[in-house]
């Protein structure tokens, strides 16, 4: 990965993606990888590529410290923001605001695949963390990341980290 000043401007900052980056699990069926680090972009926001099954999803939270942006690049995004619900199909993106509720999930039959960008970036410590396989407390450790749990998932059947899908055997 490289950082480099763009030419045209000393504001802009340029960063390349990681072309062999890990991929981790939040819960079976759920996988992401970090796109874009906080060190490339001097704490100004972190990119993961998230892709996610049939069913799976996020219970309703909130975010104290940073934007959150969903750009659907598969698929198609089932997003609770707010009072509004929405289904964006590939080619769309949306944001969410610090400190309003959301949630999001997996309604369709084929993998959702989008790009997940958070504004300032300081949350990848969470993703790295990786609680679910390490065991930890995760409750503490979100809290710790200014991130409250506030409701269920959108649908009962949806899969989350409260919630996983059964491993598979």
Same mark, same amino acid.
């Given at each position: 990965? =490289?950082?480099?000043?763009?030419?045209?401007?000393?504001?802009?900052? /340029?960063?390349? $993606?990681?072309?062999?980056a890990?991929?981790?699990e *939040?819960?079976p069926?759920?996988?992401f +990888? #970090?796109? =874009?680090? #906080?060190?490339q =972009?001097?704490g100004?926001?972190?990119?993961?590529? %998230?892709?996610?099954?049939?069913?799976?999803?996020?219970?309703?939270? &909130?975010h104290?410290d940073?934007d959150e942006?969903?750009?659907? /690049?598969d698929? =198609?995004?089932? &997003?609770?923001n707010?009072?509004?619900?929405?289904d964006?199909?590939?080619?769309t993106?949306v944001?969410?605001?610090?400190? *309003?509720?959301?949630?999001?999930?997996?309604r369709?039959?084929t993998?959702? @695949?989008?790009? %997940?960008v958070?504004?300032? $970036?300081h &949350?990848? $410590?969470?993703?790295?963390?990786?609680? #679910?396989? @390490?065991g930890?407390?995760?409750?503490?450790?979100?809290?710790?990341? $200014? *991130?409250v749990? %506030?409701?269920?998932a959108?649908f009962?059947? &949806?899969? +989350? #980290?409260?919630?996983? @899908?059964p491993?598979?055997?």
């Amino acid at each position: 990965m =490289t950082i480099s000043k763009s030419k045209e401007s000393t504001d802009v900052l /340029l960063a390349r $993606g990681q072309d062999n980056a890990e991929w981790l699990e *939040v819960t079976p069926g759920e996988r992401f +990888t #970090i796109r =874009t680090t #906080i060190a490339q =972009t001097q704490g100004a926001y972190t990119m993961l590529e %998230v892709v996610a099954e049939p069913r799976n999803g996020v219970p309703m939270h &909130i975010h104290k410290d940073e934007d959150e942006h969903f750009i659907v /690049l598969d698929g =198609t995004l089932h &997003i609770a923001n707010g009072n509004e619900r929405s289904d964006l199909p590939a080619g769309t993106a949306v944001t969410v605001k610090k400190g *309003v509720p959301h949630a999001w999930c997996n309604r369709s039959d084929t993998l959702l @695949r989008m790009l %997940v960008v958070f504004s300032p $970036g300081h &949350i990848e $410590g969470l993703f790295r963390a990786n609680p #679910i396989r @390490r065991g930890d407390d995760l409750a503490a450790l979100i809290e710790q990341f $200014g *991130v409250v749990m %506030v409701g269920p998932a959108l649908f009962e059947d &949806i899969y +989350t #980290i409260r919630s996983p @899908r059964p491993a598979a055997a």
